[in-house]
């Protein structure tokens, strides 16, 4: 390892801001994150804004209220290093290259670099560039004036021999150095490309770690000749394998994968993402499958995140929003929901909403009123008559009941318990002589429309007497 053990562990997140994060995007800066916490290091953020055609404005601001709702706010928040701000910087770093004879400044036009592809394509060669002006003279003086002009930099690769790149994931992973093109480090505007921000501002920001998706594995090679050409300690590297889809193809925006912001709008929790989310790649090592931030950041190793690709899975996302959604005391479901009654919001406390939305969708509906024709109303061993006398016998009590002190749901003053509906329904079954199934089923379906449902003394609950009085007396009127 590269990194001796009682350094300071610091991390980073470089997202260029061309759009939202989405799920491969939080699960880095999420892996970054719990890394450096596991032992008390930094989580750095960076915005690398060099490619100013994707840029998409505002998106630096959504890529850090994604981190501030995900709750994995990097330690630099407030001001985030910001690549475009840093040109000179890139600059004084490519002259000290040029001087040291580590770059080179390439005056090829675009119109013989794309012939010099055309020949070599034709020839059946993989493209590369000619290294035509790898031996032009690095004057610091006139490359300052080139630069100046506008001129492209180019990185000095070795000619022969392996690169090897020891990721912390995946072991040694060799690269061919004579396939490795004269990379461009400095462009024409001024601008630097990736490679050379990136290992400058790394440098500069004391990364230990670079912990990054799998596709820039590619660059590593690059950016260690850079660090060599520098002279500077590289930091260690850990490229994490992408996220499949459900048909094995790259997760990508285009298939199925929202941003990180559009599922909160859609009533996903943070701690259900993150949970979620550590778990696309990182392997436990136990069955246990729900962690805590605070639990992932105790048990996060990188050794034990995996080198096969992870696979997204919608229906489980679900499974751990429901779980995170019924742990909400009711306050907290408020804020999430709605201002329901209590009674009501603890139907959501019993589970079966994978997300507040379709929880929020689900009372909304309740509450609206139920839509139904009148045969649901009677139970299937019952019959129109058996459930009227149900329906009416009911009614009479609950019209007439005062309710009672302690627990349960003050509608208007009355107090309703589990145990009081209960004993109400039940003594209409004694009473009239019928089975449960004539009084309980109708009741249900005249409160909630539906064939399944909570069960009828919970709706009774959450609806409050006075809604469940109209409704059945709907009902006996759509049986009537
Ligand atoms: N800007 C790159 C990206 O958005 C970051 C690459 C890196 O982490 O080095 O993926």
Redesign the pocket.
């Known amino acids: 390892m590269k990194q001796s053990n009682n350094i300071k562990v610091i991390t980073r997140f470089?997202?260029?801001p061309t759009g939202e994060i989405h799920i491969g995007g939080a699960r880095t800066a999420l892996f970054a994150y719990l890394f450096s916490k596991h032992s008390g290091g930094d989580f750095l953020l960076r915005i690398?804004d060099t490619d100013r055609e994707r840029l998409v404005e505002g998106s630096d601001q959504r890529i850090i209220d994604s981190l501030n709702w995900l709750g994995i706010a990097a330690d630099n928040q407030n001001k985030p290093m910001i690549q475009s701000e840093r040109l000179d910087i890139y600059k004084k770093y490519t002259l000290e290259l040029i001087n040291s004879g580590k770059a080179y400044i390439c005056t090829c036009t675009k119109e013989e670099l794309e012939k010099e592809r055309e020949a070599q394509i034709k020839k059946g060669l993989a493209p590369r560039y000619s290294k035509k002006c790898r031996s032009q003279i690095s004057d610091l003086k006139i490359s300052e004036e080139l630069l100046e002009k506008g001129a492209t930099v180019r990185l000095k690769m070795p000619e022969s021999g392996k690169i090897i790149v020891d990721d912390l994931i995946r072991g040694k992973v060799e690269f061919d150095a004579s396939l490795l093109d004269d990379q461009i480090i400095l462009k024409s505007d001024g601008f630097p490309t990736?490679h050379l921000a990136?290992v400058v501002d790394d440098h500069e920001m004391g990364i230990t770690h670079?912990i990054?998706?799998d596709e820039?594995l590619p660059s590593t090679p690059k950016h260690l000749v850079l660090y060599q050409a520098f002279g500077w300690q590289e930091p260690d590297f850990a490229h994490l394998s992408m996220i499949l889809d459900a048909d094995k193809k790259k997760l990508s925006k285009r298939h199925g994968a929202k941003s990180i912001l559009e599922y909160k709008e859609q009533g996903y929790l943070a701690e259900a993402l993150i949970n979620y989310i550590s778990l696309l790649g990182w392997n436990p090592k136990s069955e246990r499958e729900l962690f805590g931030l605070e639990e992932l950041v105790k048990e996060f190793e990188l050794r034990n995140v995996h080198v096969s690709p992870a696979v997204f899975d919608q229906v489980r996302l679900d499974f751990f929003n429901e779980h995170y959604l019924r742990e909400k005391n009711i306050e907290e479901l408020k804020e999430l929901i709605g201002q329901y009654p209590d009674e009501a919001l603890k139907l959501i406390q019993r589970g079966g909403y994978a997300t507040a939305n379709i929880a929020r969708d689900y009372l909304d509906k309740l509450f609206k009123g139920p839509e139904y024709g009148a045969s649901l109303l009677v139970f299937k061993k019952s019959n129109r008559e058996a459930t009227l006398r149900g329906l009416k016998g009911v009614l009479g009590e609950i019209k007439g009941d005062k309710g009672e002190q302690g627990g349960g749901r003050d509608n208007e003053g009355i107090v309703w318990t589990d145990e009081r509906l209960q004993s109400i329904l039940s003594g209409v079954v004694e009473r009239e002589g019928l089975s449960n199934g004539d009084v309980f089923w109708p009741v249900r379906v005249a409160l909630s429309g539906e064939e399944k449902s909570p069960s009828p003394l919970e709706l009774m609950l959450a609806l409050g007497k006075d809604v469940v009085v109209k409704r059945i007396e709907e009902a006996i009127g759509k049986l009537g």
């Open positions: 470089a997202p260029s690398e990736y990136s670079v990054r998706s820039w």
